[in-house]
Nanobody, 127 residues
Framework: QVQFVESGGALVQPGGSLRLSCAAS????????MSWFRQAPGKEREFVAT????????DYADSVKGRFTISRDNAESTVFLQMNSLKPEDTAVYYC????????????????????WGQGTQVTVSS
């Protein structure tokens, strides 16, 4: 049983920065895609960013492009999300997800395509 554990969520002022981490524990797997999603109160879970195994493939939601950066450490089965210039609308629970399957561009943004998930970490952007 693989578990992912997110960390790094916090209360931060608008314009501030946070770095989220998500590490896998348990069975070692080759995670071809690792991604971040988020869910705000009363809203559906939405795609934030994804990264392929080698790091050369990345994709971002338009709402975070230019402000967020996704990266990964394959040796540690860990994915990171550097979030800069945070806005109140970034407030949400952030979840990491991972897939052992290759995902086509259209499916990388669909949370149901992923094999394993974390429990989430709360990010609140407020003054």
């Amino acid at each position: 049983q693989v578990q992912f554990v997110e960390s790094g969520g916090a209360l931060v002022q608008p314009g501030g920065s946070l770095r989220l981490s998500c590490a896998a524990s348990g069975r070692t797997s080759r995670w071809l895609f690792m991604s971040w999603f988020r869910q705000a109160p009363g809203k559906e879970r939405e795609f934030v960013a994804t990264i392929g195994f080698g790091g050369s493939i990345t994709d971002y939601a338009d709402s975070v492009k230019g402000r967020f950066t996704i990266s990964r450490d394959n040796a540690e089965s860990t994915v990171f999300l550097q979030m800069n210039s945070l806005k109140p609308e970034d407030t949400a629970v952030y979840y990491c997800a991972a897939s052992t399957q290759g995902l086509a561009p259209a499916t990388r943004r669909r949370w149901e395509q992923y094999d394993s998930w974390g429990q989430g970490t709360q990010v609140t952007v407020s003054s």
